[in-house]
């Protein structure tokens, strides 16, 4: 066990930013991906775990602040010096004399912007540079805050299949907060789920999808003909224009997807769609609390 | 990511190109003050034909524009520069990677005393090679040296002080800048000497010890002439008392804002 929260109280002013009741825990070698609305609570678990934020509460782990390495979703460093300067300071060390450091650099290319101000760097380039000096201290526990927002698509697509390749032999554990489910997709195998300050789910990817969307989940336009097809059974929610059902058997799911075959609709079937898995398990959590406060 | 001794050379060398990376720091640092001895020095050398008065004039105006070197560089240059570390949360990230801003602050003390050492050298060699300064007694090296140290030294919390209770740069700035033209005005050092002040406005000038390095006698201790120290020592004590409430507040407000 490399962290374990038993209870996190954190208040911005009066207001509660994050409010963990039920205990959970980070293990070794873990991928958890942190999902939730804006507001969730997502950047105040990793702020309150590196010690950037005071809490109320309990956490157990061997684990010190400076022990964690994280990718904030901002992050800024002196101007006016060259990114050389700054990641020879930070990691106390000298680019020519650290292998470890140049192969970073070279699988990150990041050699041309060695001599660039930081001011100067692209979006993604900034990302890459902190990366490397995130990854350079081989924390056993790493938070990676939004990495990909604000890139563009080829430019989110291609640092994410480097981090994958990364870390993919490698046994640090990662949190990683995310809006895009896709990523999650690739890198996460739990997730934990947040809703207003409060831990909607947690737990490992296919058991959670299992508990909300059920076996296997069959994705299909939002048509009148399509919602007449599939009927009110075992629908589950799904973005707008989608219609989703969570057929119970194996026997369910052949006939339906035989029907649809059959009419000529096209499908999707998933067994780990996260998006669904957020959305169901949000619906829940929100009748649950409904029905508490009937 | 921690590195096991808190002041190192390399850490110097780094907050070093941090200082000379700000024009501002260059400009104002170096550039203006030399220009400004020189321009002052060579309108005093036209005027008066006493040899040893004038040479005594412009080393007095070396020693008082002397001080507007630890005025620009800390008092206005770090200020502004952490209060943007303090906005755009750059602390916060590096005290992520293990560097704390105890760390920092002591290597950037270092570093600033480094950047004015180089400044005052090359400003003393350019005041002496253009033979506007006196050889200075041994003593009177050690008093100019000490008094610049000390003046560094409350500048640097008066300016941590100002950076850590405003927080962002414009107001940082402005409050830095209005307090730099308040000692330069106050000291005598914008053309109106405190002998034509009017008496509520000596009572103030009497505060600040840049007065005392501004005033004609002041050459006397550099000269290693007897000189009363006893209202600059005083002044002194004024200006750190004043800094050390300041950055008591300002911690405070810290560790509010922590909270």
Redesign the interface.
């Known amino acids: 066990m490399l962290l374990r929260i038993e209870k996190m109280n954190v208040m911005y002013q009066a207001q509660v930013a994050l409010d963990i009741t039920e205990p959970f825990q980070i293990d070794e070698g873990d991928r958890i991906g942190v999902i939730g609305s804006n507001g969730a609570g997502k950047s105040t678990l990793i702020r309150a775990l590196v010690g950037l934020k005071s809490y109320e509460g309990h956490v157990e782990s061997h684990l010190r602040p400076q022990d964690m390495a994280v990718q904030m979703q901002f992050n800024q460093y002196p101007e006016g010096l060259t990114c050389k300067s700054i990641m020879e300071r930070i990691l106390g060390t000298q680019i020519r004399k650290d292998p470890k450091l140049q192969k970073l650099i070279q699988y990150f290319e990041f050699e041309e912007c060695l001599s660039k101000r930081y001011s100067k760097l692209s979006g993604g380039q900034k990302q890459r540079f902190t990366i490397i000096l995130v990854m350079m201290q081989e924390a056993p526990l790493t938070f990676y805050d939004e990495v990909t927002s604000g890139l563009d698509f080829e430019t989110r697509g291609s640092l994410m299949q480097k981090l994958n390749e990364w870390y993919e032999n490698r046994r640090d554990a990662l949190l990683i907060v995310s809006h895009y489910y896709e990523e999650l997709e690739r890198l996460a195998d739990k997730l934990l789920i947040l809703d207003h300050g409060h831990v909607i789910a947690y737990g490992e990817k296919r058991r959670l999808f299992h508990r909300y969307c059920g076996r296997a989940v069959i994705v299909l336009e939002d048509t009148q003909k399509n919602q007449q097809l599939i009927g009110e059974e075992h629908r589950i929610a799904a973005p707008r224009q989608y219609l989703a059902v969570s057929p119970q058997t194996e026997a369910q799911e052949l006939a339906l997807v035989g029907r649809l075959v059959q009419e000529n609709i096209s499908f999707r079937r998933s067994e780990c769609d996260i998006e669904l898995l957020y959305m169901n398990a949000k619906k829940e959590y929100q009748e649950g609390v409904a029905n508490v406060s009937k | 990511?921690?590195?096991s001794k808190i002041i190192t050379w390399?850490?110097i060398v780094?907050e070093l190109?941090?200082i000379g990376?700000?024009p501002f720091i260059n400009m104002f640092g170096i550039a203006f003050p030399l220009f400004l001895s020189c321009v002052i020095c060579r309108s005093i050398a036209g005027e008066v034909s006493d040899t040893q008065l004038v040479r005594e004039a412009t080393t007095q105006v070396f020693l008082s524009i002397g001080t507007i070197i630890p005025m620009a560089t800390v008092l206005m240059g770090y200020a502004v520069?952490h209060a943007?570390?303090i906005e755009?949360?750059?602390s916060?990230?590096?005290s992520?990677?293990?560097?704390s801003i105890i760390e920092t602050i002591l290597n950037r003390i270092l570093a600033q005393l480094v950047y004015m050492a180089g400044s005052f050298l090359i400003y003393f060699t350019v005041g002496g090679l253009c033979g506007y300064i006196l050889a200075p007694d041994v003593r009177g090296v050690i008093i100019y040296t000490l008094c610049i140290i000390v003046l560094t030294i409350i500048l640097f919390v008066l300016g941590h002080g100002i950076s850590t209770l405003c927080r962002k740069f414009g107001l940082t700035y402005f409050v830095a800048m209005v307090i730099y033209f308040a000692i330069m005005i106050f000291s005598g050092l914008m053309g109106i000497s405190y002998e034509q002040f009017p008496k509520w406005m000596r009572a103030v000038s009497k505060l600040s010890p840049v007065t005392y390095m501004n005033q004609s006698d002041y050459v006397k201790a550099w000269l290693g002439n007897s000189y009363n120290f006893g209202p600059i020592v005083q002044a002194f004590l004024f200006l750190m008392a004043l800094t050390g409430i300041l950055l008591f507040l300002a911690e405070r407000r810290e560790r509010r804002i922590?909270?």
């Open positions: 990511m921690s590195q390399r850490k780094f190109k941090t990376s700000n520069s943007i570390e755009k949360e750059i916060e990230r590096m992520l990677f293990g560097i922590s909270a």
